[in-house]
Antibody
Framework: EVQLVESGGGLVQPGGSLRLSCAAS????????MSWVRQAPGKGLEWVAN????????YYVDSVKGRFTISRDNAKNSLYLQMNSLRAEDTAVYYC????????????????WGQGTLVTVSS | QSVLTQPPSVSGAPGQRVTISCTGSSSNIGAGYDVHWYQQLPGTAPKFFIY???NRPSGVPDRFSGSKSGTSASLAITGLQADDEADYYC???????????FGGGTKLTVL
């Protein structure tokens, strides 16, 4: 069964950095787009970033551009999110998700999700 | 404020039919991008429920159906059951934002 396990969350001060990891198993990791989606406490879902199969294409929500970097290591079946210059509004559960296409290039959805890791930005 | 608008809550009695709307614009649903739906049970990760507007992955009961028309999409649930109680989110792509977007979510309560 497809498994995605996030780690690396925790408490960090505003302006600090954190690196999230996602370990994938039971599927050919290098064959899929991967994504990060977050959910602030008591709020809805927000897409954060996507990366294509070989890491050559990356997309970010405007609010994290220039601060967050998505990357992957296909040899280790792992996805990462480097988060710098963290702000209080980045506080959320961060989910790793596998991406699929339903049709055209941008018809993209998330078919498997991890359990999430909580990032709290507070002094 | 999401570019995809969902009602904050809907409710229905067991056995009834409910629909959850997802209203977008000409830069997302109206532009022809597919709509996908997710179910999030309390305290758990989201689970994808409908993809490509109306397709159900294996394991999702046929009581759930999706549709899309113009700048809106809908998730219909028939034969409502207690364990359908969850938050439901729609998702699509927005060309103005150049990114993927979710609706604000709808809490389904089974009375």
């Amino acid at each position: 069964e497809v498994q995605l396990v996030e780690s690396g969350g925790g408490l960090v001060q505003p302006g600090g950095s954190l690196r999230l990891s996602c370990a994938a198993s039971a599927f050919t990791f290098s064959g899929y787009w991967m994504s990060w989606v977050r959910q602030a406490p008591g709020k809805g879902l927000e897409w954060v970033a996507n990366i294509n199969q070989d890491g050559s294409e990356k997309y970010y929500v405007d609010s994290v551009k220039g601060r967050f970097t998505i990357s992957r290591d296909n040899a280790k079946n792992s996805l990462y999110l480097q988060m710098n210059s963290l702000r209080a509004e980045d506080t959320a559960v961060y989910y790793c998700a596998r991406g699929r296409n339903s049709g055209y290039y941008y018809d993209f959805y998330f078919d498997y999700w991890g359990q999430g890791t909580l990032v709290t930005v507070s002094s | 404020q999401s570019v995809l608008t969902q009602p904050p809550s809907v409710s229905g009695a067991p056995g009834q039919r409910v629909t959850i709307s997802c209203t977008g614009s000409s830069s997302n649903i109206g532009a022809g991008y597919d709509v996908h739906w997710y179910q999030q049970l309390p305290g758990t990760a989201p689970k994808f429920f409908i993809y490509g507007n109306s397709n159900r992955p294996s394991g999702v009961p046929d009581r759930f159906s999706g549709s899309k028309s113009g700048t809106s999409a809908s998730l219909a649930i028939t034969g409502l059951q207690a364990d359908d109680e969850a938050d439901y989110y729609c998702q699509s792509y927005d060309s103005s934002l150049s990114g993927w977007v979710f609706g604000g979510g709808t809490k389904l309560t089974v009375l």
